[in-house]
């Protein structure tokens, strides 16, 4: 008796994954379709764009900073052994433009903005403020999750390179400034190494797919989540753990898309 | 339309970012060192090109003049052929000698132009007529390994 209540336990938690898959898809789409009227009014999404990319600033700066000079201490002292320390400005450029920059913006991102989003939606169904807007004939989906959804997108790209930039501002004063690489070939060997399609335009790509994945578990999951104060935690919880490993696994395949051949 | 103290803190996000990318294409990236816009295309076949790779640099007196395009087998001939674009400022004479190099021990190949004397130069479609091929370790070794072997039986 109690394999079969194991078994169905089991079915019954793959069946609701797929399921909430399907709801998620078709949420999806239809914020695809209303956002139209969210570009009309370009407020709205200001408005997000300042909790969700302004507010997320000093992290990403802080943390770019400190990354690139771990980058920098950790790859001079690996370069140090072969004798080629003057290659540690294309170590750190390659890994945060290519890798780092990306991944690391979209996983803070997904901790800052989006566990605050989904808790923000979250509060509003259980609050019943989504049901008023219905009442009153505005589309919450259109009113409250495309300006977002959009936000999220624009700003996952302008964070990512913010990282990078300020990654490669920390390993050049570790590098060049405290150990005392050349600075000629830093820069010099960085920009012959760096292609701009290949690495920099791929590196915007990757956080544009990261962008637009965590923003909508986010707005997923606080649409999705039961209107009790138990089920926004969880739904919040859910967001960073589900957009996390999203991230670590779409970098995996679109890192061996896109870099496979170089 | 009204502005706002916020519309002021996105204007400035936006700003940041934007210059972050502008910073990773020009300071990090290639596309501020060299425009590729005005070159002419001339082509040279190796026996063998061995790591040379495309987008790898053209080099005349250790000066960078321009970069390789293409490289494909040419199924007539069994050779390599490497087309280079070249940039425009730079004439070469017609009996320009093209060298596979490699900077350094164990970097990374380049190919080295020679210039000859001819008045002639160089234009768009040309083939450049004498090239070197890469050097191959295995057969530096064995060569050296030939001329060691040879050695003692001359001697006696």
């Known amino acids: 008796m109690n394999v079969i209540d194991t078994i169905r336990g089991i079915g019954h938690r793959i069946i ?3 399921w909430r898959i399907g709801v998620a898809a078709r949420f999806f789409f239809l914020t695809i379709i209303y ?3 969210s570009f009309r009014r370009f407020q709205l999404i200001v408005r997000e764009l300042f909790s969700s990319g302004v507010m997320s600033l000093i992290i990403i700066v802080v943390a ?3 990354v690139g000079m771990v980058l920098g201490l950790q790859g001079y002292e690996t370069l140090k052994r072969y004798g080629s320390e003057s290659a540690l400005g294309v170590m750190v450029a390659l890994g945060l433009v290519r890798e780092l920059g990306p991944v690391m913006a979209a996983l803070l991102f997904a901790s800052r903005a989006g566990s605050a989003m989904t808790a923000e939606i979250g509060l509003m169904k259980a609050t019943e403020q989504i049901s008023a807007m219905e009442m009153m004939a505005v589309n919450p989906i259109a009113r409250i999750v495309a300006p977002r959804f959009w936000a999220g997108v624009i700003s996952m790209p302008l964070l990512a390179a913010l990282f990078s930039a300020v990654g490669i501002f920390g390993g050049y004063l570790v590098g060049v400034v405290q150990i005392g690489v050349d600075e000629g070939s830093f820069w010099s060997q960085m920009q012959a190494a760096v292609d ?4 920099v335009l791929n590196g915007v790509i990757k956080s544009l797919v990261f962008g637009t994945v965590v923003t909508l578990i986010a707005l997923f999951e606080g649409f999705d989540a039961p209107p009790t104060a138990e089920g926004v935690s969880g739904a919040t919880t859910r967001t960073v753990v589900t957009s996390s490993l999203a991230i670590l696994m779409l970098d995996f395949v679109l890192t061996a898309i896109m870099f496979r051949g170089a | ?7 002021l803190w996105v204007g400035m996000f936006v700003v940041a970012g934007v210059a972050a990318l502008v910073f990773l294409a020009m300071k990090v990236g290639n596309l501020g060192t060299y425009n ?3 070159t002419y295309e001339v082509h040279a076949y190796f026996s063998n090109v061995g790591g040379l790779k495309v987008k790898a640099s053209i080099k005349d007196a250790g000066v960078l003049v321009g970069r390789v395009a293409a490289i494909n087998l040419d199924t007539n001939r069994y050779e390599a052929n490497v087309v280079m674009h070249i940039d425009k400022r730079y004439q070469f004479p017609k009996d320009t000698f093209a060298n596979i190099l490699t900077s350094g021990l164990l970097g990374e190949q380049y190919i080295g132009l020679m210039p000859g004397g ?3 130069m160089l234009k768009n479609g040309d083939q450049i007529k004498q090239t070197q091929s890469a050097m191959v370790l295995e057969d530096l070794i064995s060569k050296f390994m030939f ?3 040879a050695e003692p039986a001359a001697t006696k």
């Open chain 1, 64 to 66: 770019g900073l400190f």
């Open chain 2, 118 to 120: 001819d008045t002639e």
């Open chain 1, 16 to 18: 609701n994954a797929v």
């Open chain 2, 147 to 149: 001329s060691k072997a």
């Open chain 1, 196 to 199: 701009f399609r290949e690495d």
């Open chain 1, 35 to 37: 956002s139209g009227n």
């Open chain 2, 36 to 38: 590729m816009s005005n």
């Open chain 2, 1 to 7: 339309m009204e502005r706002t103290t916020l519309d």
